[in-house]
């Protein structure tokens, strides 16, 4: 018998880091991955599973309690430098990560359980923010608000393929909605950073039909696919709290 030196296998979520790397490594702010580069990353999310970043449906994060008025989700952080993110967002039925903006980001979004509900946005090409000249209900607020495309709104159910979104298409501005208890993989190049100009920005939507503005129109059928877009605080309310990772450990260098 030949004695062999086995080979340890390589996690998938050791493989996902080093081709992050790789495709990162000369990213920053509005740098989009050349198409191949965007293909090898969607293909090793598209396999990776539950199991292989050590999660499981039944885990706490999964749950809510009557006590909690709004469902509180969990950000399980698996690594993070200047040049990309990844980590795991953890939400029970209902929770909601709320509509919010990638400035200069490619993010790749990979569902590994669950039914998730996504709305994404773009902006609408060549329209800069307006201060709308009449507005429907009387509470929203006389502040800028921008015309946005919507992207996407549908429901989506593991195993999908990854989702992807690009700095200035692709629904740079999305909200996530728990169906049922799901759990989505995220990566994020570049990451956040406020002193890079790359913050997260919240925002609310409302209909077409609630403002006009000068100079801007939609054909009537055509107003469902646009709607129009106000920056806001954080949402009152919304608890993402980070805890350990629990899968396999990358190793760094």
Known sequence: MKNRRRQKKTSSVQKLFKACK??????????????????KLRSILDAIRPE???????????????????????YLHIHEC??????IFCLPPSGVIPLHNHPGMTVFSKLLFGTMHIKSYDWAVDLPPHNPTSFQPTEIQSSEVRL????????FTAPCNTSILYPADGGNMHCFTAVTACAVLDVLGPPYS???????TYYLSYPFPSFSADGVSVAEEEEKAFEW????EKPEGLQVVGAMYGGPKIVEH
């Open 82 to 87: 200047e040049k990309f993110s990844m980590g």
């Open 22 to 39: 790789e495709v990162f490594a000369y990213g920053g702010t509005g740098i989009v991955p050349p198409p191949q580069d965007i293909e």
């Open 229 to 232: 877009l106000q920056e806001s």
């Open 194 to 200: 406020d002193p890079l100009g790359r913050p997260c």
């Open 148 to 155: 946005a495309k919507v992207k996407v709104d549908a429901d």
């Open 52 to 74: 292989d970043v050590g999660l499981k449906p039944e885990m706490p994060y999964f749950r809510t309690s009557h006590a909690q008025r709004i469902p509180r989700i969990t």
